[in-house]
């Protein structure tokens, strides 16, 4: 997953602002950064490896000039760890493109290979599916420029956007700057991944802001407008102007696993506050611990820090239970979910929390936590609670059981990886060393995020059900992913007698 940001201002440097974005983006990747600028005549890049305080200093600000840029922080789904892979990429032709992108390719072998046919002689220095996203835009480019030389720039930049959407599956937010066009960006037919508009109103006139989620809108001063989006694409020319253009019909079909983890408590995607959202889990997971009679049963419930406090401090209003902060974390150690290797995350989970006795000493806990996804973490933590004292244990996911890859754009390559993937709960409760364990209904999350926009008719929830929404993936395909990716080789120990499970896609 990544997160994306651009700044169009009227006056002044982008640079300051979009590393201000970036700060509030960092939880969507800590792998690499970078930011272009340009300033109307020339383009400036810096990008590495290393989280955003590390990769700009001073004067790397002092050397990206320019009033417009764009701003990107990765932890890698496709592709590799080299710096060489950070993004923004670039391409001299047709007229000079930088592009950043949060999402993932699913056809990318097939765009590979046109791309290899393609009479423009197009050379990928990367793995990366952004590098190959790129690439077919700035061919479709070309393609329109030579069959249809009589259309303005404008013109051509849609009908290169609409031919790109047609080839491209998967899922795509992408914002790219182009010398003499401006700050283009688009959103796949599905909207899987967020992408939300916003405006600023300075003296020179209205400035405008893209990004993965509107969070990062406050510290800079710019207010949500709107959602781009799926199919459309949006136009800031170099004067400041508008223009959107919907490419291809597209219905919103939007990864439900970025309200449960991905995205922050603050932002509202799609017109759903995921903190709105997140608390009604925690009444819904509620009803379920009190139907399995489980509320009589604990004396406390206890969020597993950060991303599950919402839905526990509503679990426990609403079974009438005492919420207490057992599991201090310490702020300067990364999220463990998206580490780039196991052995990094295990030793991470140690320094990142710990257990206090004076909370659970004697105790019976239930411990909440919005997803179980390796369940390596979870089990540390349910050993270290042990030690504190905790006489039970017991686990509540606000989330369902994560069966299924995420293909776009979430590090889950295997199915190995994944407890969940081919274990009943009782067997995983078991792995994880707890005393009890009880799942959201995917039903019921499903029921709760529709309802805070009825105009979603399906969410992408491919992880927990197996059915993908592009309709392009099969078992093949995931066996594939599964032996190149990043999964390969690592997994959990499972029940001999499990069984491969089944996938489905939408069509």
Known sequence: MCGIIGIFKQEGAAAPELYEGLLMLQHRGQDSAGIVTFDSERFRERKDNGLVKDVFSKETMEFLRGSTGIGHVRYPTAGGLSAQEAQPFFVNSPMGIYLIHNGNLTNTSELRNRLAGSGFGRHLRTESDSEVLLNIFADAMHKVRSSTPELDILETVFSACTSTMQQCSGAYSVITLINQV???????????????????????????????????????????????MPGEAVLITEDGSIVSRQCVAGELNPCIFEYIYLSRPDSVLNDISVYELQLDLGRALASRVRDLGLD?????????????????????????????????????????????????????????LNAMRTVFQDKRVMLVDDSIVRGTTMTQIVSMVRQAGASKVYLASASPPVKYPNVYGVDMPSRKELI???????????????????????????????????????FDASCFDGDYVTGDIDTSYLNALENKGRGNGRSIDMPEEAVPTEVTSST
């Open 420 to 458: 969940a993937s081919n274990m009943t709960v009782e067997e995983v409760c078991e792995v994880l060393g707890a005393d009890g364990l009880i799942y959201q209904e995917l039903d019921d999350l499903v029921k709760v995020a529709k309802s805070h926009n009825p105009k979603i008719t399906k």
């Open 296 to 352: 009589t049963q604990v004396d406390m419930i206890v969020p597993v820090p950060d991303g599950s406090r919402p839905a526990a401090i509503e679990m426990a209003h609403d079974l009438g239970l005492p919420y207490r902060e057992g599991l201090v974390k310490n702020r300067y150690v990364g999220r463990t979910f998206i580490m780039p290797d196991q052995r990094t995350r295990e030793l991470s989970v140690r320094r990142k």
């Open 182 to 228: 401006g700050m283009f960006a688009f959103r796949d037919p599905n909207g899987i991944r967020p992408l939300v508009l916003g405006r600023r109103q300075s003296q020179y006139g209205n400035e405008w802001c893209f990004a993965s989620e509107d969070c990062a809108f406050g510290p800079i001063g710019f207010e949500r407008v709107r959602d781009v």
